[in-house]
C-alpha cells in the first residue's frame, strides 16, 4: 500500500466518522421503551459504546466528545407514542431501543434507516449475531436494526402447589418434556387449575393466572391453538384457531380458576402475587427471573417455579413467542450524527457489553460468543431458559398492518374474556372489522 | 351605563375635519367599533389558532388513510416486498415486479463513472475496474465482501457509497420524488409502458392519500354501534344525575343553610375538581382495587375481595359516573347556587309570607330562574363529557372488554395508542370529526330547545 493511499484512506476515515472538523461535540440521544430497572443497560451500553468509540478517535488523532442522553419509558404504548410524535416533529432521538414490530411501520414512513446504510456486517461483533435474530431485524431484505436482546416466554408452575394437587418431584421434573411432546395440553392446564381452586390451594381466581395487559404473549395462545399471524407476508386470520384460543379464557373463567376482571389489575401487584406463590400456573417471560429475584425478593427460583413451553391446545403445538428488542437509528439532518450512533449501536452490541445486560435483566444474548462469557454462562437462568425455550421460539412478523390486527385480537379477547360477547360473537366481529380496515392484506379462512 | 353611551355617541358624531384628516389612517381607532376588534384581536388568534385550526386540520386528516407508516408530512417511494406483493396481486404485473424487485448489483462503466463523479479515490475505482468490472451480485453484502477485498480496502462508509452506485434493481431502494422512482424504473428497463408506471408508482407511494375509506369503515364496523351507544349512555347519566341534577340539589341545600357552613360545604364539592386528576382517579382505584380500601373493610363481613370497578360492566359504569359526575357537579353547583343568589331576596319572604313551603319556593320561584343557568350547564357539559376522556382513561380505559369505550376514548384507542408502533391518525380524525358533528348539532338542538333568541332579548323593564 503506498504511503498517498495510506494518506486518502486515513482521510476518509477522519472525514466519515468525524465531520471535517479535527475537535468534535456530539449528543446522543438514546430512547428505551418498555424498559424497568433492571434494564438501564438497554441505554447504558450506549453510553459504554461511547466511551469506547472516543478513544478509538483519539487513538486515530481526533478528538471526539460524545455525549450521551439517555431516556427509559416503563411502558410500550407512551413509548411509542413520543417516538412517533418526536418523529414528526423533527426531534427523533438518533437510537431507539424498541420491538422488532416496529420497523415494518418506521421504515415505510421514512422515520429509521437502515443500519446497514452504515455498518459493515461482516465485521465483529455484527457477524456473531444469531442469523435468525438478524432475519427478526430486517425488513424486505434489509437490515434495519441490530438485536439488542432477546427472550421467550414460558408457563410457570408453583411447584408447592402442584404437589398439593398430587404431583411428585419427578413429575415436576418430567414437565418441561411433556409439555413439549405435546403430551400436557393447556386442557390439562385448566385441569390441574382447577384441582387447586377447588381444594382450596388457591384462592378462587388464581389457579390459571395470565399476564394483566394487553403483550405479544396472547398470540402464543393464538399458536397453541394453530393459529397462523402470517404466511408469504400476508397477515392470516384463523378463525377456528383464533376462537378456540378465545374459548380458553371464557373456559378459564367459567371454571372459576382465572377472574372475569383479571385484565387491568396492576402490574405491581400481579408481580408480587405471581412471585410468592399466591397463584398456581401463569405464563411471563424469560425476564420475569429478574424481577421475581431483584426486586420480589424469591429467595429459591428454581426451588419454587417449574418452567415450559406454552402447551399446546387443540389443534396446535406447544411454542413461544420472542420479541427481540432492537436498536434502531432514526433519520436525522446530520448524516455524520447518524454514522457515529450506527458505531455507537455496534460496539454496544459486543457480546461483553450486551452480556451486562442479558443478565442483569434476565434476557437471551444475542451473540453466539457469549456463551464464553464466564458471567452469562454462569448464569444458570440464561443457559436452562436458552436450551429449553429458545428452539421452539417464533416471533411476530414485521409487518406494516399487524398494529390494526394486533389491536382488533385484543379488543377481542378482552370482549369474550369479560363476557362482553361470545366468543363466536368476537371472532365474527374480528372477521367483520379486518375485512374493512385491512381488506386484501390479510387472509381469513 | 351612561359612560359607555357617552363613547358610543360621541363614535358617531363627527369630529372635526381637520381632526379627522390628520389622524385619517387611525381614524378607525377613534370609534368603538374598530377598538372592540383591536381588543378583540388576540382573543381570534387564539381562537383561530387552538379552536378553528384543529377543527379544519380534523376535518382534512379525516379524508386521509394517514397512519405513522405514511407520515403526516408526504410520502417517498419505496419498493419494498409489500409494494412488490401490490404490484402482483392487484395491477397482475407480477413479472414488472420480478424484475424490478429482486436485488442485483453488476460492477459496470455506468457505475464506475458515477464514483469519479462523487469524487471517489481513482486508485480505488481502478482496482475496481481491474477486479470486479462485469460482475453480478444478488446481495449488497456479497458485493461489498468483494469491495472490502481490494488491495486498497476502502473504510465502511466509501463501501456503502460504492456498492449504492451498482444497484442495478429497485429492491428496497427509496425515492422521493415519482420522477426519481420512474428515471430509476426507466434506467433498469426502457421499454415500460405508462400504465406499469402509474401502477408502480401507486403501489409503492408509502405517503397518505385522500380516501373517504375511514367513514365507510366506521359506518360498517360492529365497534361503532357499541361506542356510540356507551358515549350517549355515559353522557346522559352523567349529565342527568350529576351535572345538571346533583349539583342543583347541592346549591339548592347550601341556599337553605346558613353562609359559613354552605361556604364549608361547597369547598369539599369542590374538591374533585381542583385536585390534580391523577391523584384524584388514583384515590378511586385505591377504594376499589382488590387489595383495596373495599375488599379489605368488606373482606371482615366475608366477601371475597375482587377488583369492584372492573369486577362487571355494571360496577365500571358505577365508578366511571360518579368519577365523572364528582367533578362535574361542583361546576353546576356554583353556577346555580350564585344564580340563586341573584334572585331578589324579597321573593322568598313574599312566599314565606304567603306561607310557601320550601318545596313551593324552589318550584316556583327558583327554577324558573335558573332557566338561562340549567342551560349553560347542559350545553357546556354535554360537549364538555362528550369529549371528556381524562378520568375515564385512568379509571377503567374502556374495560372491562370494552365495555366503558366511550368515543373520546376510542379515538385516543386509535389514533394515539398502537402496541405495533403504527398510529391511524387518519382514521382518528374521522372519528374526532363525528363527534364534531355530534357536537355541533347537539348544540343547535339545546339552543333551540330552550328559546335563545328570548333569553338574550332585551329586557322589558329597565332595572
Not at chain 1, 320 to 344: C, G, K, R
Not at chain 1, 387 to 411: H, I, K, Q, S, V
Not at chain 2, 273 to 294: C, E, H, N
Not at chain 2, 385 to 405: H, V
Request: proline letters at 4%; aromatic letters at 10%.
Amino acid at each position: 500500500m503506498t504511503k498517498r493511499l495510506l494518506t486518502t484512506t486515513a482521510a476518509i476515515a477522519l472525514v466519515s466518522l468525524a465531520g471535517a472538523a479535527a475537535a468534535e461535540e456530539v449528543t446522543i440521544r438514546v430512547w428505551a421503551g418498555g424498559s424497568g430497572p433492571n434494564d438501564n443497560y438497554r441505554v447504558d451500553a450506549i453510553e459504554i459504546a461511547a466511551d469506547l468509540l472516543e478513544r478509538e478517535a483519539a487513538i486515530r488523532g481526533e478528538d471526539l466528545t460524545i455525549n450521551v442522553e439517555k431516556k427509559t419509558d416503563n411502558t410500550w404504548d407512551d413509548f411509542k407514542q413520543a417516538v412517533t410524535l418526536a418523529a414528526e416533529a423533527g426531534n427523533a432521538p438518533h437510537i431507539l431501543v424498541t420491538g422488532h414490530e416496529d420497523i415494518a411501520p418506521w421504515a415505510q414512513s421514512g422515520l429509521i434507516v437502515p443500519v446497514e446504510d452504515y455498518l459493515n456486517l461482516d465485521a465483529w461483533p455484527i457477524n456473531d449475531i444469531y442469523d435468525n435474530l438478524l432475519e427478526i431485524a430486517s425488513f424486505g431484505g434489509v437490515l434495519y436494526g441490530l438485536p439488542q436482546d432477546a427472550e421467550s416466554r414460558p408457563f410457570f408452575f408453583w411447584k408447592e402447589h402442584m404437589k398439593a394437587i398430587g404431583y411428585s418431584d419427578e413429575d415436576l421434573e418430567a414437565l418441561p418434556d411433556r409439555v413439549e411432546s405435546g403430551e400436557y395440553t393447556l386442557d390439562n392446564v385448566l385441569e390441574d387449575a382447577k384441582k387447586m381452586v377447588d381444594q382450596g390451594v388457591v384462592e378462587a381466581g388464581y389457579g390459571f393466572y395470565p399476564r394483566p395487559e394487553n403483550g405479544p404473549d396472547y398470540w402464543q395462545f393464538y399458536t397453541s391453538f394453530g393459529g397462523v399471524m402470517e404466511e408469504d407476508g400476508r397477515l392470516v386470520l384463523d378463525k377456528a384457531a383464533m376462537q378456540r384460543f378465545y374459548q380458553f379464557f371464557v373456559d378459564a373463567v367459567e371454571a372459576g380458576v382465572t377472574r372475569k376482571n383479571h385484565i387491568g389489575t396492576p402490574n405491581d401487584q400481579w408481580y408480587s402475587e405471581v412471585a410468592s406463590g399466591k397463584a398456581g400456573i401463569w405464563h411471563g417471560g424469560t425476564w420475569h427471573y429478574a424481577r421475581y429475584t431483584n426486586q420480589e425478593g424469591l429467595k429459591d427460583f428454581f426451588g419454587n417455579i417449574a418452567f415450559s413451553l406454552i402447551p399446546a391446545g387443540e389443534g396446535g403445538k406447544p411454542n413461544t413467542l420472542t420479541h427481540p428488542l432492537v436498536y434502531v437509528l432514526t433519520d436525522q439532518e446530520n448524516d455524520d450524527e447518524e454514522a457515529i450512533a450506527a458505531e455507537l449501536i455496534k460496539i454496544a452490541s459486543e457480546p461483553r457489553i450486551n452480556t451486562l445486560h442479558a443478565v442483569k435483566s434476565a434476557h437471551l444474548g444475542i451473540t453466539h460468543q457469549q456463551s464464553n462469557i464466564d458471567l452469562y454462562a454462569g448464569d444458570r437462568w440464561a443457559r436452562e431458559a436458552t436450551e429449553r425455550l429458545l428452539p421452539f421460539a417464533n416471533a411476530m412478523p414485521n409487518n406494516t398492518d399487524f398494529g390494526t390486527y394486533w389491536n382488533a385480537m385484543w379488543g377481542g379477547l378482552e370482549a369474550s374474556w369479560t363476557g362482553q360477547k361470545t366468543p363466536e360473537q368476537a371472532v365474527s366481529d374480528l372477521e367483520a372489522e379486518l375485512t374493512s380496515s385491512l381488506g386484501e392484506a390479510i387472509v381469513i379462512r | 351605563m351612561n359612560a359607555s353611551r357617552d363613547i358610543a355617541e360621541s363614535a358617531r358624531t363627527p369630529i372635526g375635519v381637520r381632526a379627522a384628516q390628520s389622524r385619517l389612517h387611525l381614524g378607525w381607532l377613534s370609534s368603538s367599533k374598530g377598538l372592540g376588534i383591536l381588543f378583540l384581536l388576540p382573543a381570534v388568534v387564539l381562537v383561530v389558532l387552538f379552536f378553528l385550526m384543529p377543527v379544519a386540520l380534523t376535518g382534512v386528516f379525516a379524508f386521509t388513510n394517514m397512519t405513522t407508516a405514511t407520515g403526516i408530512t408526504g410520502g417517498a417511494y419505496q419498493v419494498s416486498p409489500g409494494t412488490l406483493r401490490v404490484l402482483t396481486d392487484r395491477y397482475g404485473m407480477g413479472e414488472l415486479a420480478e424484475r424490478l424487485g429482486q436485488p442485483t448489483y453488476v460492477v459496470d462503466e455506468q457505475g464506475l463513472a458515477a464514483l469519479e463523479e462523487k469524487g471517489i479515490d481513482k486508485n480505488i475505482i481502478d482496482s475496481l475496474r481491474d477486479g470486479l468490472l462485469g460482475k453480478t451480485y444478488a446481495s449488497r453484502r456479497e458485493l461489498e465482501r468483494d469491495i472490502r477485498g481490494l488491495p486498497d480496502r476502502p473504510n465502511t462508509r466509501t463501501v456503502k457509497s460504492i456498492s449504492e452506485e451498482f444497484s442495478r434493481s429497485l429492491a428496497n431502494a427509496r425515492f422521493s420524488s415519482r420522477e426519481s422512482l420512474i428515471a430509476a424504473a426507466e434506467a433498469i428497463d426502457p421499454d415500460l409502458t405508462d400504465e406499469e408506471k402509474e401502477a408502480l408508482a401507486a403501489s409503492t407511494y408509502t405517503g397518505w392519500t385522500w380516501t373517504t375509506e375511514n367513514f365507510r369503515r366506521l359506518a360498517s364496523s360492529p365497534t361503532t354501534r357499541q361506542v356510540l351507544f356507551n358515549t350517549l349512555f355515559f353522557v346522559a347519566m352523567t349529565l342527568v344525575i350529576f351535572n345538571t341534577g346533583y349539583a342543583m340539589v347541592l346549591a339548592i341545600a347550601t341556599h337553605y343553610i346558613p353562609d359559613r357552613p354552605a361556604g364549608i360545604f361547597r369547598i369539599i364539592w369542590f374538591l374533585p375538581r381542583i385536585s390534580p386528576v391523577v391523584i384524584y382517579v388514583l384515590l378511586w382505584k385505591w377504594l376499589a382495587w382488590d387489595t383495596g380500601f373495599l375488599s379489605a373493610f368488606l373482606s371482615n363481613f366475608g366477601v371475597r375481595p375482587r377488583n369492584w370497578m372492573l369486577d362487571t360492566a355494571t360496577n365500571a359504569w358505577f365508578f366511571v359516573i360518579v368519577i365523572n359526575g364528582f367533578v362535574g357537579a361542583s361546576m353546576g353547583m356554583v353556577i346555580f347556587a350564585s344564580a340563586i343568589k341573584a334572585i331578589p331576596e324579597s321573593l322568598f319572604h313574599a312566599a314565606s309570607v304567603d306561607g310557601a313551603y320550601r318545596w313551593q319556593q324552589i318550584r316556583h320561584i327558583i327554577l324558573p330562574q335558573l332557566k338561562w343557568p340549567i342551560l349553560f350547564v347542559t350545553c357546556y357539559q354535554t360537549l364538555s363529557l362528550l369529549t371528556s376522556i381524562d378520568q375515564t382513561l385512568l379509571a377503567t380505559n374502556g374495560g372491562p372488554g370494552g365495555a366503558t369505550e366511550v368515543w373520546s376514548l376510542w379515538i385516543y384507542h386509535t389514533a394515539l395508542n398502537n402496541y405495533a408502533g403504527n398510529l391511524q391518525y387518519g382514521m382518528g380524525a374521522a372519528m374526532a370529526l363525528v363527534l364534531v358533528v355530534i357536537g355541533i348539532v347537539l348544540s343547535l338542538i339545546y339552543l333551540r330547545l330552550f328559546n335563545y333568541n328570548a333569553l338574550v332579548a332585551k329586557p322589558r323593564i329597565e332595572l
